[in-house]
């Protein structure tokens, strides 16, 4: 008799973890979901900056080719 | 204002194919598409050539002028680029590239569902800002951006495949076509793809002497 409250009280702990860890799931997934998309900045070719520039590992990449 | 170009040297190529695999890791290409590949002319027999083909940046591109959209654009480094939101995948710049370098994801199919044109970026991505996810998915990594040379040239073993500000290649080629001397038949083989460091010295030596002379004239 003992042993079957025992299991009882086992069985509802693990169903009231299971509905809580659902819960916090579906909190997280709404709020992933609720962030608006970034879109894509479009920058046009005469903005756009990061072009060549002879650094360091360049200036290595030329010695190596003239070995 | 640097000018951005590839130079393949035949005499150094040996197939490894190390150009396309790291250009496909990179860039992350699906299968099927190809934004540079190795060609070699007279396959097995004794001095075979051997060339890494992709986009060259033309300096008047046709893709550039047959365009119907109008997608295609040039960096200031004179490198080619296009914007794949206006891009309809008609196949124009496929049929006026000489060098085959457009590749259509969707392979071969009726006109307009090839999908998104793709092409060598000389690692220089697209017009979406620097290094941003979008920019990475629509045309892969933007290495010029990082201050670095486009991953196939960096890659190749040999250095047979050249990368970089055009004046600064170009020198470097002619440095080791004056260390192989004379071309011909003959010419073919270890000596003449790297040379003897003696005779690089000597021709280095002759060419200041050359100069000094023109400048005392």
Redesign the interface.
Known sequence: MNNKETNLKRRSFLLAAGVGSAGAVAVVATAVTGKEVAK??????EE????????A??SN??R???? | MARMKFLSDAERCIECNGCVTACKNEHELPWGVNRRRVVTINDGVPGEKSISVSCMHCSDAPCMAVCPTNCFYKTEDGVVLHNKDACIGCGYCLFACPFGAPQFPSGPAAFGARGKMDKCTFCSGGPEENNSKEEFEKYGRNRISEGKLPACAEMCATKALLAGDAPVISDIFRDRALRRGKAGDAAWGWTTAYGKPEQAQERTQERAREQNREGQK
Do not use: I, N
Request: charged letters at 15%; aromatic letters at 14%; zero cysteines.
């Open positions: 894509p900045v479009v920058v046009s070719a756009k900056s990061g072009s060549y520039e002879q650094t590992h360049v990449y030329y190596t080719a003239r070995v």
